[in-house]
């Protein structure tokens, strides 16, 4: 891309992210680099710039990459999942004895990783809870943070733990899944990395699994390629295309399901069969004004409690809008009670993802289904 896309609005940006120049008789996006094995120059042999091999070299993740590092505003190394990436900062950054503190609340595979992986390898595993409070980081390597939190959508002020994990010697890695680069940008707020779950709303359709981390340190970029490469924690040429063509359409997703969220955010809250709503969106909530101060754009993901598990099952079968699904960011509108993958949750709490159908649809269906749930 030969043009500064960088002060121009989000959806121009998303459309024209990563995209080669005009070339007459050319793709926008050229289609996907399906290869595992490219030819090599019979002479010469292996060539610095010249793809050989297909876990380093494929130019669908090239430009996907530049994509994601234009709108993070870093150096991007996609990786296969977004656990892959999570996986990857930590076993790059962490070193025996040092210390690394991760969320108390939120997504529970990085806690898990990080107690199974890392406290065997001789490394201590704080957590701390995304409201805080935050244990004193002299002598923590690393601080993970994840805002806003999955599930229970607390949010923190990264800029100030940023400053206050500087001043420690910290490092600062944000998951920025739940946000992504167009609700916030992590690095712009002194974080050193951020890692995130591309499967979610950035590719946005539930059809592939992606993750990346960004940085503008160089080193830290070097590290992580080397490891993705060498490990083969890759994302393949055609999800990578996928992923990419997706992009183009995140700011108009969003923008839906966010006012989707927050219609169904206000309905929630007043609605005699909830018990509680989480959505950093709503005024009143604990996470609005941290949330107001801080994201572009809240994301379209709300959590909701119910009286008991029977109450959510019977919401989920009166539902015809609604799937009971995990996961979160699609097209459609799913639903998923946490406390069956194990979460420290209540038994009717519920993580919603509002999907991009119409507002009214959606009102209309789950005030329907809420009727039904008692
Ligand atoms: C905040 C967060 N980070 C990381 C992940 C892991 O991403 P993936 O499922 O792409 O491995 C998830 C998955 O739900 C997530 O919610």
Redesign the pocket.
């Known amino acids: 891309m030969t043009f500064d896309l960088s002060a121009l609005g989000d959806g121009t940006r998303c459309v024209h992210a990563g995209l080669p120049d005009a070339v007459p008789g050319q793709p926008f996006l050229p289609g996907p680099a399906l290869a595992s094995t490219y030819h090599l120059d019979p002479v010469a042999g292996p060539m610095p710039g010249v793809d050989g091999y297909g876990r380093p070299d494929n130019a669908s993740r090239r430009r996907l990459e530049a994509a994601i590092g234009g709108l993070e505003g870093g150096e991007c190394v996609a990786f296969a999942?977004?656990?892959?990436a999570?996986a990857a900062a930590l076993l790059v950054l962490a070193r025996v004895n040092d210390t690394v503190v991760v969320p108390a609340d939120?997504?529970f595979?990085?806690r898990e990783f990080a107690n199974a992986t890392l406290v065997p390898r001789g490394i201590t595993v704080l957590t701390a809870p995304t409201a805080g409070p935050y244990p004193p980081l002299d002598g923590v390597r690393l601080l993970m943070l994840?805002t806003p939190?999955?599930p229970g959508l607390d949010v923190c002020d990264i800029a100030e733990l940023a400053a206050t994990a500087r001043a420690a010697g910290a490092l600062l890695a944000v998951?920025n899944?739940?946000a992504t680069p167009l609700g916030q940008r992590p690095l712009d707020l002194g974080a050193d990395l951020v890692?995130?779950?591309?499967?979610?709303a950035l590719a946005g359709h539930a059809d592939l699994?992606?993750?990346y981390a960004c940085t503008r340190v160089p080193e830290l970029a070097i590290l992580l390629r080397e490891w993705r490469d060498t490990t083969g924690a890759i994302p393949g040429g055609f999800d990578s295309w996928l992923a990419h063509r997706s992009l183009a359409t995140l700011d108009l997703r969003l923008a839906r399901q966010s006012a989707n969220a927050a219609a169904l955010a206000a309905m929630l809250a007043e609605h005699p069969a909830v018990r509680q709503v989480r959505w950093p969106g709503l005024p009143g909530d604990p996470a609005f004004a941290v949330a107001a101060r801080q994201m572009k754009r809240i994301p379209g993901v709300l959590m909701f409690e119910l009286a008991s598990r029977q109450h959510v099952e019977r919401f989920l079968a009166a539902s015809r809008l609604v799937y009971a699904a995990?996961?979160?960011g699609g097209p459609h509108t799913t639903a998923d009670r946490r406390a069956q993958w194990g979460d420290d949750a209540s038994e009717g709490l519920v993580r919603l993802s509002c999907g991009i159908e119409d507002t009214d649809d959606l009102l209309a269906d789950i005030t329907a289904a809420l009727a039904r749930s008692e």
């Open positions: 999942s977004g656990m892959a999570v939120g997504y595979k990085t994840e939190a999955n998951d899944t739940t890692v995130a779950s591309g499967t979610k699994l992606f993750g995990t996961s979160f």
